[in-house]
């Protein structure tokens, strides 16, 4: 008789990715850590004041580096904070601005963590100087991204947690 090996799925964590405009940065964000993450991690981003376009310099950026730019838009946090919305593990804000603002109380009380980068968005200069930012940044989140993705977190406690990923914020 044939033994069966049991499988346990692997816990799957939300994560929101906060900045003001959701235009860049927490887009960016976004589409990395759907794709670093393979399914252990869901990224979301959102931001406290949308501008209602994504900026499309962050788009190409995306997909230079392989990553679908299809299904993104900036849109509002709230829409994470009313019931029936995914309850986040994580929250990180990506931009000096979201990362003093009062932020919603989040359903599940998650890990947050102030992750800045400059805005890329704000680059003057030629299209190829612009790109050249946007692809800084998006090397920056992905090396923190990188970094997050290899924690153990299903074995450390919630204060390993938070230093851990404040940590990764400071690098």
Same mark, same amino acid.
């Given at each position: 008789?044939?033994?069966?090996?049991?499988? !346990? +799925?692997?816990? %799957?964590?939300? @994560?929101?990715?906060?900045?003001?405009?959701? %235009? +860049?940065? %927490?887009?960016?964000a976004e589409g990395l850590l759907n794709f670093e993450g393979k399914g252990r991690f869901h990224a979301? %981003? +959102?931001g406290s004041f949308p501008n209602g376009t994504v900026n499309p310099i962050a788009l190409k950026t995306l997909e230079r580096a392989g990553i679908?730019?299809?299904r993104y838009r900036s849109k509002s946090w709230n829409e994470f904070a009313v019931p029936g919305a995914? !309850?986040?593990?994580? @929250?990180?804000?990506?931009?000096?601005? +979201?990362?003093?603002?009062?932020?919603?109380?989040w359903p599940g009380h998650p890990v947050t963590a102030h992750w800045g980068v400059p805005d890329p968005a704000a680059a003057g200069g030629s299209d190829e100087h612009k790109a050249k930012i946007f692809r800084e940044t998006l090397r920056v989140l992905s090396n923190r991204i990188r970094v997050f993705t290899a924690l153990p977190v299903e074995k450390l406690d919630r204060l390993t947690l938070k230093k851990h990923v404040d940590d990764i914020g400071r690098s």
């Open positions: 008789m044939r033994r069966r090996r049991l499988v !346990v +799925a692997e816990k %799957s964590y939300n @994560v929101l990715f906060l900045c003001t405009g959701n %235009s +860049a940065r %927490s887009i960016l979301y %981003s +959102a679908s730019g299809q995914p !309850v986040m593990d994580f @929250v990180f804000t990506v931009c000096d601005d +979201a990362g003093g603002e009062i932020c919603p109380v």
